[in-house]
């Protein structure tokens, strides 16, 4: 499993964006997928995760409603869009694969991470 992530950039607050994760391994239909972020002089958190079949996801509740996280099995991509953004969602954005097909929450339970996008919100 490789994951890149990319996307970030500078937006105005009230803007989108959308986070791409790509996976060039084989079996990344298996995998439960997760975004985090970690903003500066913070610890890293989670963001949203969706099961292997898409049926299951997860938000943290300062982005529900916000922010919606999809995948394409066929073409190993996991997305992020996040709308109305604001000056608090600033943070370098990680995509996350869990080996197990059930979406998880906990960071612990990622097995392999991408570097990492840069997403930055002006107010």
């Known amino acids: 499993v490789q994951l890149q992530a990319s996307g970030g950039g500078l937006v105005q607050a009230g803007g989108s964006l959308r986070l791409s994760c790509a996976d060039s391994?084989?079996?990344?239909?298996?995998?439960?997928m997760g975004w985090f972020r970690q903003a500066p002089g913070k610890e890293r958190e989670f963001v949203a995760a969706i099961s292997w079949s898409s049926d299951n996801t997860a938000y943290a509740d300062s982005v529900k409603g916000r922010f919606t996280i999809s995948r394409d099995n066929a073409n190993n991509m996991v997305y992020l869009q996040m709308n109305s953004l604001k000056p608090e969602d600033t943070a370098v954005y990680y995509c996350a694969a869990d080996s197990t097909p059930l979406l998880t929450t906990i960071q612990a339970e990622y097995d392999y991470w991408g570097q990492g996008t840069q997403v930055t919100v002006s107010s």
């Open positions: 391994g084989r079996t990344f239909s298996r995998y439960a």
